[in-house]
């Protein structure tokens, strides 16, 4: 449910020496829909991209689609996770639960460098309901070390051959 009141008291609190208090406030922020949250995320976001990665998904637009889209894919991404890159996928993938759709470009990046087989999926998934998979890449995922996208890929191969 939407914040019910001012936000500022949240907002200060993301500023406090107290790092549960920071936390607390950012799980707050992460919810809220506010010009204000999303120019404070986007200011902050090279500083703290785990913090602020999530209010600017919340508060997208699409004119931020190449933004989002460029700063996703320079992030690097490790089997160790020692950047943030899985949480800025995760955020991405959430997108569809907040009734927006994630921009296709930055779905294949997902796809395509994500250490997390089930990221892999879930991008397959919503790329495979916006119509954006090849056969190409619908036989290669026969092959992924992921059961569900194996089956995902079967499916979705014998339907296309069904249809010819």
């Known amino acids: 449910c939407p914040y019910p009141g001012d936000i500022s008291p949240v907002v200060a609190d993301m500023k406090s020496d107290d790092p549960h ?19 404070m995320a986007l200011d902050n976001l090279d500083a703290d991209p785990d913090a602020w990665f999530p209010m600017v998904v ?21 089997r160790e996770c020692n950047k943030p890159w899985h949480g800025l996928h995760l955020d991405v993938l959430k997108m569809q639960d907040y009734g927006m759709k994630a921009p296709g ?17 879930e991008a397959l998934e919503q790329m495979g309901k ?24 079967r499916r979705a191969l014998n339907r296309r051959k069904n249809r010819h």
């Open 130 to 153: 916006r119509r954006m998979l090849t056969e190409e890449m619908l036989e290669e995922c026969l092959y992924d070390s992921l059961d569900k996208v194996r089956t995902y890929a």
């Open 58 to 78: 919340r508060n997208y637009r699409e004119e931020d689609a190449a933004f989002i889209t460029s700063y996703a894919k320079n992030m690097p991404t490790d």
């Open 21 to 39: 208090l920071r936390f607390v406030a950012r799980l707050v922020l992460e919810n809220v829909q506010s010009p204000q949250i999303r120019q």
């Open 105 to 121: 470009e930055l779905l294949l990046h997902i796809y395509e460098t994500s250490y997390c087989p089930n990221c892999r999926q």
